[in-house]
C-alpha cells in the first residue's frame, strides 16, 4: 500500500513537471515571437506641390495732408474717387472694391512744447482694398498703378496693413491626394529599409499626419504657393 502511494505521487511530480517545462517552453516561444513581431520602423513621407493662389487682397494705401478738416474730407474724397475710377475702367467689378473709415491724425494735438509747428496740422490714411478672385488681372493692375501717382495721389507702402495678401482656398480639395502621395512615399522607404535589413515589411503599427502649411513660394511669387505635408507611419518587421 505504501509502494503504491509512492509510486503514485513520483508519477504525479513527474506529470506536473512534465507540465511545467511545457508550459515555460510554451510561453518561452510565445514570447520569443511577440518580441520578434514588437521589430518596428518608423519612417516619414513627404508631399509637396505649388499652387496658384486663388484669392488676392489688395490694399491701396494713400495718404492726404491739410489744415482744415473740411478741406482734408474734400481731398481724400477726391483722391478715392480717382482710384476707383481707375480700378473700375481696368476691369476691376464694383463688388471688389471697399472703402475703409480714413485715419486722421491731429498733430497739434500731439505737439509738445519746444517742438516746431508742423507745416500740416491734420495728416489722413486712407485705404481702397481689391478683395478679388482675378488675381492675374489684378497684379496687372498693380504695374500701372504709377499713372495714379502722376495724377498727384501719394501712395504708402512697406507697412503690414498696406502689404498685398494671396490666400489659397482649395486645401480641402487636394488634401486626400496629398495625404496618399505622403503615405506612398513612406511606404517606400520603409520597404527600402526592410530589404536593406535583410527583414519582412508588415502592417501599420502607427500612422499621423503632420500639419498642412501653406507659404509663398519665394517673395518674388507671394501668388504661386507651395503646400507641404510629412506623414509619419510605423511598420513591423519580421525576418
Known amino acids: ?92 467689378s464694383k463688388e471688389e472694391i471697399t472703402f475703409a473709415p480714413p485715419s486722421i491724425t491731429d498733430k497739434l494735438a500731439q505737439q509738445y512744447g519746444g517742438q516746431e509747428k508742423a507745416e500740416f496740422r491734420y495728416t489722413a490714411i486712407q485705404t481702397v482694398t481689391v478683395y478679388s478672385k482675378n488675381i492675374g488681372s489684378v497684379r496687372n493692375i498693380m504695374g500701372s498703378l504709377s499713372e495714379l501717382g502722376k495724377q498727384g495721389i501719394v501712395f504708402t507702402g512697406g507697412n503690414y496693413e498696406s502689404q498685398t495678401e494671396y490666400l489659397f482656398t482649395r486645401l480641402n480639395e487636394v488634401k486626400p491626394e496629398m495625404i496618399e502621395e505622403a503615405t506612398k512615399k513612406a511606404r517606400e522607404v520603409a520597404e527600402k529599409f526592410a530589404s536593406d535589413s535583410k527583414s519582412t515589411l508588415g502592417k501599420i503599427k502607427t500612422a499621423s499626419q503632420g500639419q498642412f502649411s501653406i507659404n509663398a513660394r519665394d517673395k518674388n511669387n507671394p501668388h504661386i504657393k507651395k503646400v507641404r505635408v510629412v506623414s509619419t507611419v510605423t511598420y513591423y518587421l519580421s525576418d
Open 1 to 92: 500500500m505504501l509502494e503504491n502511494c509512492k509510486i503514485s505521487a513520483l508519477i504525479l511530480g513527474l506529470c506536473i513537471f512534465l507540465g511545467l517545462t511545457s508550459l515555460g517552453y510554451l510561453l518561452g516561444n510565445t514570447a520569443i515571437k511577440y518580441k520578434e513581431y514588437e521589430r518596428t520602423v518608423t519612417v516619414k513621407g513627404l508631399s509637396e506641390r505649388e499652387f496658384e493662389a486663388d484669392i488676392v487682397i489688395w490694399p491701396i494705401q494713400f495718404t492726404e495732408t491739410g489744415n482744415k478738416l473740411e478741406e482734408l474730407y474734400e481731398a481724400i474724397e477726391h483722391s478715392t474717387d480717382k482710384i476707383k475710377l481707375f480700378l473700375e475702367k481696368s476691369g476691376v
